[in-house]
């Protein structure tokens, strides 16, 4: 990360930010870590090891206070977690060239998009009986486990939805599964990519974890006692925005 385009404390400001209101509702703000560190110049191959260490810590405080909330379900959060993990770890070790891995972190990218702006509320599809959910619970954590190892992207922006169209629990049982399930994909993906690349600066990081610390519990613990702020995701969602054109100026141009 030597070559930032911008200050280290501006940028610490911009991850508390992005911590703060992503974990007001049980995501740890992978996506928009990312698109931050796309816009000001990190080199592709440490974005997903900084998001994903981002990550572990505000999804850590996450689960916690919604833990405390008493918003935990259990049987909907184990098929996710142990199918994910094996998936992610898998992600991590692969080494995507640079040119495929901001194709597909302009794909999900814009889907992030598209679930902030055009997809605001979720009515279930269906109401899967158990077996069915099973299944539909292992396909997902899969599927998201493999492209939060491979992109350092967290899942939980897919996650949420997902369960609640499928009719497998609600917004706020969605929101705690998303946290653990963010936790333990990161976890996974890091400790892949650290077999074969080292950690950034810690001069650098450290400020970072301890702004997202501080940011990530102050908002979890107001998502899952007080409020849930769609406006913020949308003005989030302009981060996202931003990084794709940063993205597309860079392919194409």
């Known amino acids: 990360m030597e070559h930032l385009l911008i200050a280290p404390w501006l940028l610490a400001v ?4 992005v911590a703060f209101l992503y974990s007001s509702v049980g995501l740890a703000g992978g996506s928009s870590y990312i698109a931050l560190l796309t816009i000001f110049g990190v080199d592709y191959v440490a974005i997903p090891t900084v998001a994903l ?6 999804s850590t405080l996450g689960a916690w206070n ?9 049987q909907l959060i184990w098929p996710f977690l142990i199918s994910a993990v094996p998936l992610a770890w898998i992600g991590g070790t692969v080494r995507l060239p640079a040119r495929t891995f901001d194709i597909l ?15 605001s509320s ?15 619970s292992l396909l997902i954590g899969s599927g998201l486990g493999f492209i939060s190892g491979a992109l350092g992207l967290g899942g ?9 169209l499928f009719g497998l629990g609600s917004q706020k049982e969605a929101a705690a599964c998303a946290a653990f399930f963010i936790w333990v994909n990161s976890t996974a993906g890091l400790a892949a ?4 690349q080292p950690m950034p600066p810690l001069n650098v990081l450290l400020p970072l974890l301890l702004t997202v610390a501080v940011s990530g519990y102050a908002g979890s613990f107001l998502g899952a ?21 940063f993205l597309g100026r860079k392919m194409f141009l």
Do not use: D, E, K
């Open 105 to 119: 972190l302009m794909i999900f990218l814009a889907i992030v998009a598209l679930r902030i702006y055009c997809f």
């Open 156 to 164: 939980g922006i897919y996650l949420i939805p997902l369960i609640v």
């Open 14 to 17: 911009l991850f508390g930010a």
């Open 193 to 196: 990519r650290l077999t074969s």
């Open 225 to 245: 006692n007080r409020f849930s702020p769609r406006v913020m995701q949308r003005l989030l969602g302009v981060i996202i925005l931003v990084a794709i054109l």
């Open 53 to 58: 260490s981002m990550n572990i810590v505000v």
């Open 66 to 74: 919604f833990f405390r909330g008493r918003h935990v379900r259990p």
């Open 122 to 136: 979720f009515q279930p599809l269906t109401r899967p009986g158990r077996r069915a959910a099973l299944i539909i």
